[in-house]
Every structure is written in structure tokens, then in C-alpha cells.
């Protein structure tokens, strides 16, 4: 089985654990994270990049999976942070992560939080548009700092995708845009502003992208860009070339070895050095999803079993949209398994409904399954990003809890809120 995932006694097992007892110990819907997973996809981003590069920085894109845990474990393994809100950057800093390796990338930073930001030293800031470039500076200047700014550009190439998570192309409300010369000007307004130190620039263009040639593609053209800055005298330090990297989440999916995305981007990289007589930037990279995702199952109890004669049959299960909205978001594909049937094969094709209020509400459609019935535990495989991070407290839905398995070992480390956690802010 894929995903760090193994059959035992014809339960599936998690990092070695028993998902049965586990949705038995700590209830249901559960998010299970497998510890070992996510180090190992860190490391190999990490050495990918200094045997590519020999110098750069991994930043985990905190929006895939944000709580303090995951900010330690990244701390801990040595690598940095794609921050999108304050709310993040607080995380990070409340689990002791060190401001200098935070980035801030969103296309709409509120004053606070730059202020916030700022005050906490976190390393750059990537900005989006030429307001928030004044808005950085004033704020700066009246704390009497300098901030190291990155800009967002779109490159202008389109990836394989599904269209809201494409973001490097024109239409997009992402970034300064190359061909229109926004970008350029955005530059030169940079090295008059007081308060910023234009650090470097960068792209992201998308997600869950299977395709080498798009990031090339994106790469050659920030080079041709900072080739143009440079002959207008602007020298540019560093250079993120964002995330986007796909994952597997059914057998549909194929996705490319890291390695090897990282070995022809950086080929090209070095190419468009060559070319355009630049030093090597500090480059950066922005995973999110292949960092997470991957290592993540979500466990569901069966309620009920709905056959609808010549149409099809409904699993209903204690979770849904409150705890995985992608299906509903994007139609998302997903591998789904009854944990306690593992051994057992997929004999039936289901849709998988969640317990909203809402049709729209299901995990999926078409979903080759071990025939389950009420009692059974299902797992939803390749949950760990994206799920927990976009859960929503729709019909007063507490958040389900997560917990990470690590040598054998399995630990809580969000809990599951209560219906007082609910009105906790109800006045
Ligand atoms: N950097 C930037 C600037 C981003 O906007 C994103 C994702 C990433 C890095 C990380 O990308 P990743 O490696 O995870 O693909 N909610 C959607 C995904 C939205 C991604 C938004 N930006 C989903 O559930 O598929």
C-alpha cells in the first residue's frame, strides 16, 4: 500500500499502528500524521537542495498544515517557513520557531500584519501589489527598521492543473505581472522607497502540478527578468521559485520524483546563469503539499448505508465537508480504505457522504471500497494537507483532533474541540 501504510490482522496500519484502535482511543473523525513521512520528505527536499544549488532554503508552505507541532518538526529538521497570515506567523513563533527563517507571502497583508511581522523579525516579506509595497515601507520607516522585501511576479505560465489553484499565469490575482511592465516598475520604486531591501523576487505557479517543463519554464523567465534588473542597476539576492509539487492521490496520479524535478530545475537554472552572466541567487523552494499531504489519513466512522436501487450507494460517515471541503471545493479525487476491512477487496463502488446539511457535502464519488457498513472505520488516504488547514465549523461542526505516530508511539498534538470550544467567543 502507498503512503507509509501497511495491512496487519486485516487492519491498516499507520507508521505501524493499528488506525482501528487508534479511531478507537481517540475518536472519530480522526487526522492521523505519520512523523517519520514528513521528516523524510524534508530531508529530501533539503539535500536536493544544497546537492542542486549548494546554497538555498527550503520553506514548508505552513498554509498545507499549520499547528504548532508542525512548526517544531520543521524547526527541528532545519528548514524554513512559507507563511500566508499572521495567524501562522503567531503559530510559528508561539512553537519557538526562529523569525529569521519565516517568510510572509500573501496578496493582501492587513497593516497588523505587517506591524506584526516586522516586530517579530521575521526574515522577508514577498510582496504583492504596489500599495502594500507603500504600506511596507511606511510602516518600516515609523518602527525605524529596514525589511527585506521579495516581490511576487507571475511569470505568465500556465500549469496543469485544476483552475483555482493556478496562479502564475496573467489572469491571476496574484503578483506583479513581467509582460505589462508592472513588475519593473514595482523594482525601481523599491530601490527609492525607504525602509525596504529589495532581497529578491518570487513565483508560484500552482498546485498539485505533475509537469517538470512549467517550473523550467517559470525558472527562465525570472532569470530573464532579473537579467533585465541588473542592467538597470538592481542586483537581486534571492530567488524562490515557489511550490506546486503533485502528490499521489489515487492511481491516477503520477507524480514526478522530487529529485528529478529538482535536478532539471536546477540544470536550467544554472543555464540561465551561464547565459545571462548572473551569480547563483539564494534560491528558494516552497513545498506545502508534498511535504504534508502524503503522511496524512483521516479515519471516519460508518453511520449508515444507503442503497439507492440503479443509482448508487451512500456511506454516510461522521465527517465531511467541515473536515476535508476539497471534493466539494474542486472535486478532488481520493483512495479511500475500511480500515478494518483492509485485507479485504474493493468489491463495491460508492459515494462517500459527509454529515452536513448540504448535497454537495461528500469525501467523493465512484469510490472503490471494501463493502462497509455501520461500525466500520474508513480511512481517507493522503489527507495531510489541505484538509485540517481548510477545515470550517460548518452546522457547528467542532474540528476534528490530529494526532502524529512516531516510532510506534501515537500522540495528540491538536485536540478535538468541544461544543463549549464552539462558543467560546459568542457573547
Ligand atoms: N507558495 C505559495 C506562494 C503558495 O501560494 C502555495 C500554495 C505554496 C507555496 C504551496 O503549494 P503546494 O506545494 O502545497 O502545492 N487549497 C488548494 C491548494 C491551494 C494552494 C495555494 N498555494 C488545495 O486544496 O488543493
Known amino acids: 500500500m502507498t503512503n507509509g501504510l501497511t495491512v496487519g490482522n486485516g487492519h491498516l496500519l499507520t507508521g505501524g499502528i493499528d488506525t482501528v484502535e487508534l479511531a478507537e482511543q481517540y ?85 497588523e500584519e505587517i506591524a506584526f511581522a516586522i516586530d517579530n523579525g521575521v526574515g522577508r516579506i514577498t510582496c504583492d501589489n504596489i500599495e502594500e509595497l507603500y504600506r511596507i515601507s511606511d510602516i518600516a520607516v515609523k518602527k525605524g527598521r529596514t525589511v527585506r522585501v521579495m516581490l511576487r511576479l507571475k511569470p505568465g505560465v500556465e500549469a496543469h492543473t485544476f483552475e483555482a489553484v493556478m496562479t502564475g499565469q496573467i489572469d491571476s490575482k496574484f503578483g506583479f505581472a513581467i509582460e505589462t511592465g508592472e513588475a519593473l516598475k514595482a523594482a525601481k520604486k523599491v530601490a527609492v522607497l525607504p525602509g525596504i531591501d529589495l532581497a529578491g523576487v518570487h513565483c508560484h505557479i500552482g498546485s498539485q502540478i505533475h509537469d517538470i517543463a512549467p517550473f523550467e519554464k517559470a525558472a527562465e523567465v525570472m532569470f530573464e527578468f532579473i537579467a533585465k534588473l541588473r542592467d538597470e542597476g538592481i542586483t537581486i539576492k534571492d530567488l524562490s521559485l515557489g511550490g506546486g509539487f503533485g502528490i499521489k492521490y489515487t492511481d491516477k496520479d503520477v507524480p514526478v520524483p522530487y529529485g528529478d524535478y529538482m535536478k532539471r530545475v536546477s540544470a536550467r537554472v544554472r543555464e540561465c546563469c551561464d547565459r545571462f552572466g548572473l551569480e547563483m541567487p539564494f534560491i528558494m523552494i516552497e513545498p506545502g503539499r508534498s511535504i504534508a499531504a502524503p503522511a496524512g489519513i483521516t479515519l471516519y466512522t460508518v453511520g449508515s448505508r ?17 473536515d476535508n471541503p476539497r471534493y466539494a471545493l474542486y472535486k478532488s479525487e481520493y483512495t479511500a480504505v475500511v480500515a478494518n476491512k483492509a485485507d479485504e477487496p474493493k468489491s463495491e463502488t460508492v459515494t462517500i457522504a459527509g454529515r452536513t446539511c448540504e448535497s454537495g457535502d461528500l469525501i467523493g464519488e465512484n469510490m472503490p471500497l471494501q463493502h462497509a457498513e455501520a461500525g466500520d472505520i474508513v480511512a481517507i488516504l493522503a489527507t495531510g494537507a489541505y484538509n485540517y488547514s481548510m477545515a470550517s465549523h460548518y452546522n457547528r461542526v467542532p474540528n476534528a483532533a490530529v494526532v502524529m505516530v512516531r516510532d510506534g508511539k501515537s500522540r495528540v498534538v491538536v485536540r478535538r474541540e468541544t461544543f463549549e470550544d464552539m462558543c467560546v467567543n459568542d457573547l
Do not use: H, W
Not at 37 to 50: G, L, N, V
Not at 84 to 95: C, D, F, P, Q, R
Open 27 to 111: 475518536g472519530t473523525p480522526l487526522y492521523v500524521m505519520d512523523e517519520d513521512m514528513i521528516r523524510q520528505a524534508c530531508r529530501e527536499f533539503k539535500t536536493s537542495i544544497d546537492e542542486c544549488y549548494g546554497r538555498g532554503m527550503v520553506c514548508y508552505a505552513t498554509k498545507a498544515f499549520c499547528c504548532k507541532e508542525m512548526c517544531r518538526i520543521m524547526n527541528d529538521e532545519g528548514i524554513g517557513l512559507d507563511t500566508v497570515s499572521g495567524g501562522e506567523i503567531y503559530t510559528a513563533l508561539s512553537a519557538g520557531f526562529p523569525a529569521e527563517r519565516i517568510v510572509f507571502t500573501s496578496n493582501n497583508k492587513k497593516d
Open 306 to 322: 444507503k442503497t439507492i436501487p440503479g443509482i448508487r450507494t451512500y456511506i454516510g460517515i461522521d465527517g465531511g465537508m467541515p
